[in-house]
């Protein structure tokens, strides 16, 4: 819980090249760290993340997208408010993370469409981003 409150918050501040190396290996051979850094920065979270909340956490059998076969996961769902204060505006979000251990380490790993909008060789829009890529 705490490695994916790090990532979520760390993504949350637009800190892409941050979180890149405890992506999954299979997920970084597709979305290599210059790939990802430029294609996310296109579509930045606006605002600042003002509180996360724990709102679950669970073990969880899952395909990891990239890479083969089913592997244990901790599925974390966390509340998030994202505020910009220039427009006086906020929006709650709910979002489901997964880690994996990878040689004893943590690793997150992309949701499966924004892993499939990697493999296309596109960069996720603003769309995909609010459809919960």
């Known amino acids: 819980v705490v490695f994916l409150r790090g990532i979520v918050s760390r993504i949350a501040d637009n800190d892409y090249d941050g979180v890149w190396p405890s992506l999954h290996p299979a997920q970084q051979r597709v979305a290599?760290?210059?790939?990802?850094?430029n294609c996310e920065a296109m579509t930045p979270i606006p605002g600042h993340l003002d509180w996360i909340r724990l709102v679950r956490a669970k073990d969880e059998q899952i395909n990891v997208p990239g890479d083969r076969g089913a592997v244990p996961s901790k599925a974390v769902t966390f509340r998030l408010k994202l505020s910009e204060p220039v427009l006086d505006e906020f929006?709650?979000?709910?979002?489901?993370?997964?880690?994996?251990?990878?040689?004893?380490?943590?690793r997150w790993i992309l949701s499966p469409r924004r892993f499939g909008i990697y493999r296309s060789r596109a960069c996720p829009t603003a769309e995909s981003s609010q459809a919960g890529a």
């Open 91 to 106: 929006v709650i979000v709910t979002q489901t993370v997964h880690a994996v251990a990878v040689e004893g380490e943590w």
């Open 32 to 37: 290599t760290r210059t790939v990802y850094v």
